[in-house]
């Protein structure tokens, strides 16, 4: 592979003296090529002596690795290896220190925005066989996992507890993955994201050494937060290798609906109204008329061909009859269609998992072609104007866009599918994206609200954040990882 490079724009006139060393500092650590072969060999080597069949460098395995499910051509890792525990995890990142090899952390591979690529290779680490639940504290309402269950295997695992964890972002993602991206989905609207459900954190640094963050306490202001700062940084400050998390007793009632309306805004603004209210809705996701026919043929659904509302009401039995009973009213006010209910929990379990499988079902309405997925979030009271201005935008575009998004917290995803081999495909799509995005941080959001920064997002952190900002996390990142080996290349090497 050639030389990867990136390039540090210049700063602002009021951008600091240090912010400018900081600038030159990364650039010096990131301008270089893949390790040298000796360096290369030598690990897998001495990996191969310690992990045996669990280190691999066998090109379906790498490839399997060196891609996520997105758009971003595969970069592939020069071995893969399955580590059992933190202290193997500590080893691998002890070795690659040494050597100046990257590691690139791998969960299941469902990230979004090149997230598993290694543009550099280097040593893919695969925390899927790190999947025991450690501790479970009922009584307390937390548990402790390693890095590699998932949210699925979490939830059956204390189902007989009364409790569930929410954080639901459509794949079964793992749990460490979910950390590492500050992963959301469906329910952040009543329940918040990772970041407002991880409390502690295990962590193996640069050098390989192991770290310990946060507590069981449900709040603490000792020191610098930790464990905030490594979720979200998506394996560029450390490998996360367990999780202390939060859990929710499980609600007495739960019920589903779909709701259909005449138009996008006239969903938008009941979507706005419940949240001012507060009305405390579980989920509350928005589908595009286009995007709801695709949902019908793929997962067998008879529902209305319109722009439409999918929702969850959470509590006791009368709360949630009250809960209902408000929103159908603001519904039927702005001309959503009568409510069709799902009361069982294996109607409810098929509602929602049509709705997760939406990227699969517009994927099968354009067989061969590929996705691409935008994500961006805005206030909520900027969703309908957004949404209005990113569909002129593609009014005459000779691509078909859809809509999909959690309308309870103003994030939401534009879909194409493209063949990637037409060169006038992808430039549209990146020039829509590119829109998109600069229009949702002039409204005051930001250019991915859960996917993440990985190498996708990469050219919008300044307009984001600003130079100062953008300086100090190049800052942090160096302090953590001098050599930047870390998942190099990514989140804030821009």
Same mark, same amino acid.
């Given at each position: 592979m050639s030389s990867a490079k990136q390039t540090i724009q210049p700063a602002k006139s009021g951008q600091t003296e240090a912010a400018h060393n900081q600038a030159a500092v990364l650039q010096s650590a990131i301008s270089r090529s893949r390790p040298a072969s000796n360096s290369i060999a030598a690990v897998i080597e001495a990996l191969k002596d310690q992990f045996g069949d669990r280190c691999s460098v066998s090109e379906s395995v790498r490839l399997a690795h060196g891609k996520g499910e997105s758009w971003h051509p595969p970069e592939l890792p020069d071995c893969v290896c399955y580590p059992h525990s933190t202290a193997e995890v500590a080893s691998v990142m002890s070795l690659c220190h040494e050597h100046k090899v990257p590691v690139i952390p791998f969960g299941v591979g469902t990230s979004l925005e090149g997230h598993t690529l290694a543009p550099l290779g280097g040593v893919s680490i695969d925390l899927s066989q790190m999947n025991n639940v450690l501790q479970v504290n009922a009584e307390d309402m937390d548990c402790r996992v390693q890095a590699g269950v998932t949210r699925k295997q979490l939830n059956e695992y204390i189902r007989d507890t009364g409790l569930f964890f929410p954080i639901d972002p459509g794949a079964d993602a793992t749990i460490g993955g979910m950390a590492a991206t500050r992963a959301s989905g469906t329910n952040a609207v009543r329940y918040g994201t990772m970041k407002d459900n991880v409390m502690s954190l295990t962590f193996v640094n640069a050098k390989g050494e192991v770290v310990r963050?946060?507590?069981?306490?449900?709040?603490?202001?000792?020191?610098?937060?930790?464990t905030r700062l490594l979720v979200g940084s998506e394996g560029t400050l450390?490998? $996360?290798?367990?999780?202390?998390?939060?859990?929710?007793?499980?609600? %007495? &009632?739960?019920?589903?609906?779909?709701?259909?309306?005449?138009?996008?805004?006239?969903?938008?603004?009941?979507?706005?109204?419940?949240?001012? $209210?507060?009305?405390?809705?579980?989920?509350?996701?928005?589908?595009? %008329? &286009?995007?709801m026919e695709a949902i019908n043929n793929y997962s067998q659904l008879d529902k209305p061909v319109r722009d439409t509302l999918f929702l969850e009401f959470h509590g006791t039995e009368n709360y949630v009859q009250e809960q209902v009973d408000l929103f159908a009213e603001l519904a039927s006010e702005n001309g959503g269609g009568d409510l069709e209910w799902a009361r069982q929990e294996e109607d409810r379990n098929r509602?929602?998992?049509?709705?997760?499988?939406?990227?699969w079902a517009i994927l099968a309405k354009y067989p061969g072609k590929q996705g691409f997925t935008t994500d961006v979030c805005v206030p909520i009271s900027q969703l309908a104007e957004i949404i209005?201005?990113?569909?002129?935008?593609?009014?005459?575009?000779?691509?078909?866009?859809?809509?999909?998004?959690?309308?309870g917290d103003g994030n939401f995803h534009m879909i194409f599918c493209i063949d990637q081999t037409q060169q006038d495909q992808v430039d549209e799509v990146y020039r829509v994206n590119a829109l998109l995005v600069n229009r949702a941080i002039e409204m005051g959001g930001t250019c991915t609200g859960e996917h993440g920064v990985g190498t996708g997002k990469l050219k919008y952190l300044r307009k984001e954040h600003g130079d100062e900002a953008l300086a100090m996390m190049q800052a942090i990142k160096l302090a953590c990882d001098p050599e930047n080996i870390l998942n190099p290349l990514k989140t804030v090497a821009v």
């Open positions: 963050t946060g507590t069981r306490a449900r709040k603490s202001s000792a020191g610098y937060d930790l450390g490998v $996360i290798t367990e999780v202390g998390l939060k859990l929710h007793g499980m609600p %007495e &009632a739960m019920m589903a609906a779909v709701v259909s309306f005449p138009d996008l805004d006239s969903a938008i603004q009941t979507v706005i109204q419940t949240v001012q $209210i507060g009305i405390p809705i579980a989920r509350i996701e928005l589908v595009d %008329e &286009a995007y509602l929602w998992q049509a709705r997760h499988d939406a990227y209005r201005y990113v569909r002129e935008q593609v009014e005459d575009s000779f691509l078909d866009a859809h809509i999909i998004g959690h309308a």
